[in-house]
């Protein structure tokens, strides 16, 4: 048997076990370790020295814990909950206020924390308990929260996007400009579907009542001013300075992650076990990643010094499709793993698979990358296995499972029209980049 047959096979006994249940990180290690060894010996040992120190010389990886804490300071400490607040009530008057405030405030919370688990959660928690009380449509309702916060995916900081940045070997920043555009898209495309439904038909989303409004527009632009001017003015002066390449993403997550800390402990309501919890939440999270990142590396490395990496890509390469109907092909493959799978596994495994067949039609990385982010971030809100279904479903248990994929599956169809816009006009996602 060949090297490169054995290095598939190894990577079918990867996905086979992680399917099982298997903690990815180790399978990871366990297989390359494993094919390594009976390939090349004991040198495969060496290898894993020399992978493992080149992960940890990675100094925008360092930035991952940074956005990390901050994204946990902000649902720990209730400024979140104010914007929410603020925004729901200073939109009052409106049909489908509680769909824009859930939108509005997953689009900061994403800018802010470039985290999604957390934010559908958090979402859920704010504003189900509030829709169902002003008798907002279940559907529409789910459908919001789970796709507005699936959006950290995407908006940067996100998690996904520092790590995708080493694996691609582009700078982290560009793809940060990238995402830009493309995340206000989505977010915009959602909100605009939301409001011509609820003008459409006012009982999906009717005014809230007098008794849920605030007693004086003074008591909305406090909760504003307290809790979404501070948030937006680190943002902006976070992301302002990464795109600006002033700072570097671990520079300006950590000015960051300090001015957030200074926030919270301002808006009083921080205490330290709240703060402890944060800690650990982060510490949790961010070991998780870093270990994922070290044992892919690894276990690319392995693949790729098999040979298997190349025998598939000049296999599909030899198909002769053309370069947009295989970047299609990709991007469904892709949207097909995201089902079962997270974000981590695919783009520490199956993108550095692919992309060599990228780089040998000569399609733009920075596009491509982009496109692989917004597929991803669709593959959330994708039935039967739709993580975002389940974290909703956890905090607002009075909502059916079917409801949600229901709603759900509105916006995944939205999403991939995002995805059709970007990738007929690749400008949405190279613009900024180029304006750098």
Do not use: H
Request: glycine share 8%.
């Amino acid at each position: 048997m060949s090297n490169e047959i054995f290095g598939l096979l190894a990577l079918v006994a990867l996905f086979g076990i992680i399917f099982i249940g298997f903690p990815i990180a180790f399978t990871l290690g366990a297989v390359a370790l494993g094919a390594g060894f009976i390939a090349y010996g004991p040198m495969v040992f060496d290898l894993a020295v020399l992978q493992t120190f080149s992960v940890m010389k990675d100094t925008v990886l360092a930035s991952i814990p940074f956005f990390l804490f901050m994204g946990f300071l902000l649902e720990q400490s209730g400024l979140m909950e104010r914007m929410f607040t603020g925004i729901q009530q200073l939109l009052a008057g409106l049909r489908g206020s509680l769909y824009l405030a859930v939108l509005i405030t997953a689009t900061i919370f994403a800018a802010a924390t470039g985290i999604v688990g957390s934010a559908v959660t958090l979402l859920g928690v704010m504003a189900g308990p509030a829709m169902i009380k002003s008798g907002y449509d279940t559907r529409l309702s789910a459908g919001a929260i789970a796709a507005g916060g699936t959006l950290g995916i995407l908006i940067p900081p996100s998690v996904m996007l520092i790590v995708m940045g080493p694996v691609v070997g582009v700078p982290a920043t560009d793809l940060f400009a990238a995402a830009v555009i493309p995340g206000l898209l989505l977010s915009t495309i959602f909100t605009i579907w939301c409001l011509v439904r609820c003008w459409l038909n006012p009982a999906l989303g009717p005014a809230l009542p007098p008794e849920m409004r605030a007693s004086s527009m003074a008591a909305v632009v406090r909760d504003l001013v307290i809790g979404v001017v501070p948030v937006i003015v680190v943002i902006i002066a976070t992301l302002g300075v990464i795109l600006m390449g002033i700072a570097t993403p671990t520079d300006a997550g950590a000015v960051g992650c300090a001015a957030v800390f200074i926030l919270t402990l301002l808006s009083r309501r921080m205490t330290m076990a709240k703060i402890r919890r944060s800690a650990y939440q982060t510490l949790e999270v961010s070991s998780m990643i870093l270990m994922l990142v070290t044992a892919s590396n690894l276990f690319g490395a392995v693949f790729s010094r098999l040979g298997s990496a190349e025998y598939l890509a000049s296999l599909l390469t030899s198909l002769a499709l053309p370069p947009t109907l295989m970047l299609i092909v990709i991007l469904g493959l892709i949207f097909i793993l995201g089902w079962p799978l997270e974000w981590v596994p695919i783009v520490l495994i199956v993108v550095p698979i692919v992309l060599p067949i990228v780089q040998a039609l000569n399609i733009d990385l920075i596009w491509f990358c982009t496109l692989v982010a917004m597929t991803l971030q669709t593959a959330w809100l994708s039935p039967p296995v739709a993580l975002s279904a389940y974290f909703l479903k956890g905090v607002v248990p009075q909502w059916e499972l079917k409801d949600i994929y229901a709603g759900m599956v509105q916006f995944m169809v939205l999403q991939l029209v995002g995805v059709g816009l970007v990738l007929a006009f690749p400008q949405l996602a190279t613009w900024l980049v180029t304006r750098n």
